[in-house]
């Protein structure tokens, strides 16, 4: 079939080491978007496998033109794949899902759906997942509670990769490390319209889990950077006065302590004295740090905002429309 000019709906999929599951997984994408009727591109990004898959995506690709094959040089990570994939997505709905098959793609048409009604960013939550309850289900959920506190954005399932954008909101964005994970936190900040509805979860049949318990210190790492960006991305100079200001009354009362008459021998004098240099070089440390912050973000090239800001503004007074930005 031929691919049109510019399909409507870009379906990203990042794999790795997925051989097995290449041919399924196409399959099954296919079978749910033919029918449904909208046009759509399946772009399956190659990151770095060793085994075969990128050999098995192009055996794919070649028999049908509505598929498109990206292959990273090197083994990146998830989010860089995904980030490759929107930068080359041309349709105005772009849906990112796993490539281990364990997304269902039938429930691509309900998150696109969710769009159509005016919603900007639509996350999928599998509530009854099909993982190991000690080695997944049970560090996701503490994540996610995590996330949740941290970033105000109340979604159980940050760890689900099957998601649906509005494209242009997605495209302003810029994601790095583990990031694909927070991507509804950070459409949040300029006052995106997230929801999040529940999706099947399929049992692994194909291949082993490329994550475990081992990523969580990488997670909670991404989660504290979020959690800046989320609460203090427009204002630096707050965070780092908000971190200095356990030292400054660690410093106080250190001072205060060593000026007592009953402190103490001399050395206990000594050990306050000392903590309490620590404690105002630290603080003044932080606070020089926020200027720092505060010069750079006003000097900082701020395009990426201004475009996510725009793609969400508010035309009012238009009828409802398929695609596109959000009406009133």
Same mark, same amino acid.
């Given at each position: 079939?031929?691919?049109?000019?510019?399909?409507?709906?870009?379906? &990203?999929?990042?794999?790795?080491?997925? =051989? !097995?599951? =290449?041919?399924?997984?196409?399959?099954?994408?296919?079978?749910?978007?033919?029918?449904?009727?909208?046009?759509?591109?399946?772009?399956?990004?190659?990151?770095?496998?060793?085994?075969?898959?990128?050999?098995?995506?192009?055996?794919?690709?070649?028999?049908?033109?509505?598929?498109?094959?990206?292959?990273?040089?090197?083994?990146?990570?998830?989010?860089?794949?995904?980030?490759?994939?929107?930068?080359?997505?041309?349709?105005?709905?772009?849906?990112?899902?796993?490539?281990?098959?364990?997304?269902?793609?039938?429930?691509?048409?309900?998150?696109?759906?969710?769009?159509?009604?005016?919603?900007?960013?639509?996350?999928?939550?599998?509530?009854?997942?099909?993982? $190991?309850?000690?080695?997944?289900?049970?560090?996701?959920?503490?994540?996610?509670?995590?996330?949740?506190?941290?970033?105000?954005?109340?979604?159980? !399932? /940050?760890?689900?990769?099957?998601?649906?954008?509005?494209?242009? &909101? =997605?495209?302003?964005? /810029?994601?790095?490390? !583990?990031?694909?994970?927070?991507?509804?936190?950070?459409?949040?900040?300029?006052?995106?319209?997230?929801?999040?509805?529940?999706?099947?979860?399929?049992?692994?049949?194909?291949?082993?889990?490329?994550?475990?318990?081992?990523?969580?210190?990488?997670?909670?790492? !991404?989660?504290?950077?979020?959690?800046?960006?989320?609460?203090?991305?427009?204002?630096?100079?707050?965070?780092?006065?908000?971190?200095?200001?356990?030292?400054? =009354?660690?410093?106080?009362?250190?001072?205060?302590?060593?000026?007592?008459?009953?402190?103490?021998?001399?050395?206990?004098?000594?050990?306050?004295?000392?903590?309490?240099?620590?404690?105002?070089?630290?603080?003044? $440390?932080?606070?020089?740090?926020?200027?720092?912050?505060?010069?750079?973000?006003?000097?900082?090239?701020?395009?990426?905002?201004?475009?996510?800001?725009?793609?969400?503004?508010?035309?009012?007074?238009?009828?409802?429309?398929?695609?596109?930005?959000?009406?009133?």
């Amino acid at each position: 079939m031929p691919m049109t000019a510019e399909p409507e709906i870009s379906i &990203v999929v990042p794999l790795y080491n997925e =051989v !097995d599951n =290449v041919a399924p997984l196409c399959a099954s994408i296919i079978e749910v978007m033919v029918p449904w009727g909208r046009s759509f591109e399946l772009l399956l990004v190659d990151d770095g496998s060793t085994d075969g898959t990128a050999a098995r995506i192009e055996a794919e690709v070649s028999r049908d033109s509505r598929l498109r094959f990206f292959r990273m040089n090197v083994n990146s990570g998830q989010t860089p794949a995904l980030a490759a994939g929107f930068d080359a997505a041309r349709g105005s709905i772009i849906v990112s899902m796993d490539g281990d098959h364990q997304n269902d793609p039938a429930d691509i048409p309900r998150l696109v759906e969710r769009l159509d009604d005016g919603v900007d960013v639509v996350c999928g939550w599998r509530k009854r997942r099909r993982d $190991s309850w000690l080695w997944r289900t049970l560090p996701s959920a503490i994540a996610n509670r995590l996330v949740a506190s941290i970033t105000g954005v109340s979604i159980h !399932d /940050t760890g689900c990769t099957l998601r649906a954008y509005r494209g242009e &909101v =997605v495209r302003a964005l /810029t994601i790095y490390s !583990d990031m694909h994970r927070f991507l509804p936190a950070l459409t949040s900040m300029t006052g995106a319209r997230v929801e999040e509805i529940e999706v099947n979860h399929r049992p692994r049949r194909h291949g082993t889990s490329k994550y475990g318990i081992a990523r969580t210190y990488r997670v909670l790492v !991404d989660v504290a950077t979020i959690g800046m960006l989320v609460r203090f991305g427009a204002t630096p100079g707050r965070w780092f006065g908000v971190l200095s200001v356990p030292p400054f =009354v660690i410093g106080l009362i250190s001072a205060w302590l060593a000026m007592r008459p009953a402190a103490g021998v001399e050395a206990g004098r000594v050990v306050l004295w000392s903590l309490t240099v620590m404690m105002f070089y630290l603080v003044a $440390s932080l606070i020089s740090l926020a200027v720092l912050a505060e010069t750079a973000l006003y000097y900082s090239d701020r395009s990426s905002l201004r475009k996510l800001v725009q793609a969400l503004v508010v035309t009012p007074n238009v009828g409802p429309r398929r695609s596109g930005r959000r009406e009133a």
